[in-house]
């Protein structure tokens, strides 16, 4: 399996950027659909955007359309998740995910997680 280790977290201001990172260690980066996961204290874990294998396919939940961009550094073993426009309802704690493939991501069936990173959205 492989692992992954987030970064880039912090505080921002609303309207403000913030870029996160994932690292990826331990198995074939490359071979692996990637997502962004979002969990706000008591709700449920969602999912923020997904990245397929070779970067065919890129989808976002409709909450980010147009903010956020999920790409991907094979070379780098890296994923990352450039958000734009911050809202204060972003806050939350982000995960990086690997899976088999994006619809299986999207169905929350995940291979590996990373251990989050807090963003925080103030006014």
């Known amino acids: 399996q492989v692992q992954l280790v987030e970064s880039g977290g912090g505080l921002v201001q609303a309207g403000g950027s913030l870029r996160l990172s994932c690292a990826a260690s331990?198995?074939?980066?490359?071979?692996?659909?990637m997502a962004w996961f979002r969990q706000a204290p008591g709700k449920e874990r969602d999912i923020v955007a997904t990245?397929?294998?070779?970067?065919?396919?890129?989808l976002y939940a409709d909450s980010v359309k147009g903010r956020f961009t999920i790409s991907r550094d094979n070379a780098k073993n890296t994923v990352y998740l450039q958000m734009n426009s911050l809202k204060l309802e972003d806050t939350a704690v982000y995960f990086c995910?690997?899976?088999?493939?994006?619809?299986?991501?999207?169905?929350?069936?995940?291979?590996?997680w990373g251990q989050g990173t807090q963003v925080t959205v103030s006014s």
């Open positions: 995910a690997a899976g088999r493939s994006t619809t299986s991501l999207r169905q929350g069936v995940v291979g590996s």
């Open positions: 331990g198995g074939t980066f490359s071979s692996y659909a």
């Open positions: 990245i397929s294998i070779g970067d065919i396919t890129r």
